[in-house]
Every structure is written in structure tokens, then in C-alpha cells.
């Protein structure tokens, strides 16, 4: 039975050295002290400024290695690099958590009819230089994926550029790196139905891929208006005509590291 406010009358779990060290490490490569693509110091200075055994040490490397924090250099130039997070990574374990919970292509594109064209909505409403940045930028990105139009996997690709700079630039930090990792997971499925599609000869034809386009710039005209809630629509309309051709939507979520 539990004690008066909810003590169990068990002590807590005091944490071994290694976790202390790894959470130390932690807490400078988050905190940007330790920057991505650094080497972490000499094992032997790190045993010193610690005060820890070198097996210590060395399991506290394996567990932010496990973390997706460090990678392991082999060879003559080995050593523990520092991987900081990114919306990558994170939507790589969100698509292996996705996988092992069977989810459906479905179910990530019904996720994404909710927050992406709420990104769409956030970048309409920017002010000033940053919202004009976006404009020029996704304005770009609609002619590049013009040019594309006649090709195949090409023109996927350069669509979920569109895609991915509208969540990217929608001003939220926490919406984008949520809505990022999702999109990733997305983008990973469209790849590999796109590149099955080009391999059979039964891609879209020039007619779907130019009303993508145009859905594209609809999109952009209404966010260079100023007009949120008709940038949402025009997403959410977008997403609803486009992504059902993404093969079987009741097919589970399957990420390849490759992918993302």
C-alpha cells in the first residue's frame, strides 16, 4: 500500500555513474556546447574532469550513441562525433514507432491534412522580411518543380521540397519540428511509391503533375495576399486530391533509414 502522498515508502533509484556522465554529455551537446560533426575529447581527458573509470566512461558514450547523440568513428581517426538532433532524426524514431504500431499510409496522411495546412496559415500571417523571404522562397521552388514536370521520381522529389518549406518556414519552432518529422515520414512513403511507379512506366501523367503545380502556386498567391485561412483551405484541398494516389493507404508505414 502507498504511504500518504503517494510515497511507496521504495527509495528512489540513485543513478549510476555512467547515466551521470552521459547526462552531463548531454546536456552540452543539446546546450550547443558541443557542436554537430565535434569530437568529443580524449577518453583520457574525460576520465580526469569526471573522476570516472574508463568503463564508465565508455558506457556512458554507448548510451548517447544509443540516443542517436554519437556516432563511433572506427579506424585510426576513431573516435565518438557528436550528432545533434535534427528533424531527421526525430523522424526516424517517429516513423519506427509509427511501423511498430502498424500504422497506415492513411493515417500519417490524415495527420498531415491537420498540420500542414495550419503551416500554411502561419506563413501567410508572417510580417515583414521574413514573410517575403518565404514568398520568394517557395516561389522558387514552384519553378524548379515546373521545370520538372514530364519527369518522374524528379518531379516528386522537388514537390516535397514545396512541401517541407512550407513547414519549415512557418515561424513555430515546436510546429515545425513536430510537423517536420511527420512530413519526413511522408516523404519517405511518396519516394519509394514514386521510384515503384517510375520502374513499372505508370507514373502520373504531364496532366496530374501540372495540377500540382498549380495547386502549388494557388497556395502561394493566397499566403502573398495575406490570406490565412484561404492558404489553409487551398493545403488541405491540395493534400486531399494528391495524396490518395500514394499507393495502398491502408499498406502500414514502412521507414527506411535511407529514406529520411
Same mark, same amino acid.
Given at each position: 500500500?502507498?504511504?500518504?502522498?503517494?510515497?511507496?515508502?521504495?527509495?528512489?533509484?540513485?543513478?549510476?555513474?555512467?547515466?551521470?556522465?552521459?547526462?552531463?554529455?548531454?546536456?552540452?551537446?543539446?546546450?550547443?556546447?558541443?557542436?554537430?560533426?565535434?569530437?568529443?575529447?580524449?577518453?583520457?581527458?574525460?576520465?580526469?574532469?569526471?573522476?570516472?573509470?574508463?568503463?564508465?566512461?565508455?558506457?556512458?558514450?554507448?548510451?548517447?550513441?544509443?540516443?542517436?547523440?554519437?556516432?563511433?568513428?572506427?579506424?585510426?581517426?576513431?573516435?565518438?562525433?557528436?550528432?545533434?538532433?535534427?528533424?531527421?532524426?526525430?523522424?526516424?524514431?517517429?516513423?519506427?514507432?509509427?511501423?511498430?504500431?502498424?500504422?497506415?499510409?492513411?493515417? !500519417?496522411? +490524415?495527420? &498531415?491534412?491537420?498540420?500542414?495546412?495550419?503551416? #500554411? *496559415?502561419?506563413?501567410? $500571417?508572417?510580417?515583414?522580411?521574413? @514573410?517575403?523571404?518565404?514568398?520568394?522562397?517557395?516561389?522558387?521552388?514552384?519553378?524548379?518543380?515546373?521545370?520538372?514536370?514530364?519527369?518522374?521520381?524528379?518531379?516528386?522529389?522537388?514537390?516535397?521540397?514545396?512541401?517541407?518549406?512550407?513547414?519549415?518556414?512557418?515561424?513555430?519552432?515546436?510546429?515545425?519540428?513536430?510537423?517536420?518529422?511527420?512530413?519526413?515520414?511522408?516523404?519517405?512513403?511518396?519516394?519509394?511509391?514514386?521510384?515503384?511507379?517510375?520502374?513499372?512506366?505508370?507514373?502520373?501523367?504531364?496532366?496530374?503533375?501540372?495540377?500540382? !503545380?498549380? +495547386?502549388? &502556386?494557388?497556395?502561394?498567391?493566397?499566403?502573398? #495576399? *495575406?490570406?490565412?485561412? $484561404?492558404?489553409?483551405?487551398?493545403? @488541405?484541398?491540395?493534400?486531399?486530391?494528391?495524396?490518395?494516389?500514394?499507393?495502398?493507404?491502408?499498406?502500414?508505414?514502412?521507414?527506411?533509414?535511407?529514406?529520411?
Amino acid at each position: 500500500m502507498s504511504k500518504p502522498n503517494g510515497h511507496t515508502g521504495i527509495p528512489p533509484r540513485v543513478p549510476r555513474m555512467a547515466e551521470l556522465v552521459a547526462a552531463q554529455l548531454r546536456k552540452r551537446i543539446i546546450g550547443g556546447d558541443l557542436h554537430d560533426g565535434d569530437e568529443l575529447p580524449r577518453e583520457a581527458d574525460l576520465v580526469e574532469e569526471f573522476s570516472v573509470s574508463r568503463p564508465s566512461l565508455r558506457e556512458a558514450v554507448r548510451i548517447l550513441e544509443t540516443e542517436g547523440l554519437l556516432r563511433i568513428r572506427r579506424g585510426k581517426l576513431g573516435g565518438a562525433v557528436v550528432q545533434a538532433p535534427t528533424s531527421e532524426s526525430a523522424a526516424y524514431h517517429l516513423g519506427l514507432t509509427l511501423q511498430s504500431r502498424a500504422a497506415t499510409v492513411a493515417d !500519417v496522411a +490524415a495527420a &498531415r491534412e491537420i498540420l500542414e495546412p495550419m503551416c #500554411a *496559415g502561419l506563413v501567410a $500571417g508572417l510580417v515583414g522580411p521574413a @514573410r517575403q523571404d518565404a514568398i520568394d522562397t517557395l516561389d522558387a521552388l514552384v519553378d524548379d518543380n515546373t521545370v520538372e514536370i514530364g519527369k518522374s521520381y524528379e518531379f516528386t522529389s522537388c514537390a516535397l521540397q514545396f512541401h517541407k518549406a512550407i513547414v519549415e518556414l512557418c515561424g513555430n519552432t515546436s510546429i515545425s519540428i513536430v510537423t517536420s518529422a511527420l512530413e519526413s515520414v511522408w516523404s519517405s512513403q511518396e519516394r519509394q511509391w514514386a521510384v515503384r511507379r517510375s520502374a513499372g512506366g505508370n507514373y502520373p501523367d504531364a496532366r496530374y503533375q501540372r495540377g500540382v !503545380v498549380k +495547386a502549388h &502556386r494557388r497556395v502561394v498567391s493566397l499566403i502573398a #495576399a *495575406g490570406d490565412a485561412l $484561404g492558404a489553409i483551405e487551398a493545403m @488541405r484541398e491540395h493534400l486531399q486530391k494528391s495524396q490518395p494516389y500514394v499507393g495502398d493507404q491502408g499498406a502500414s508505414v514502412e521507414v527506411l533509414e535511407s529514406d529520411i
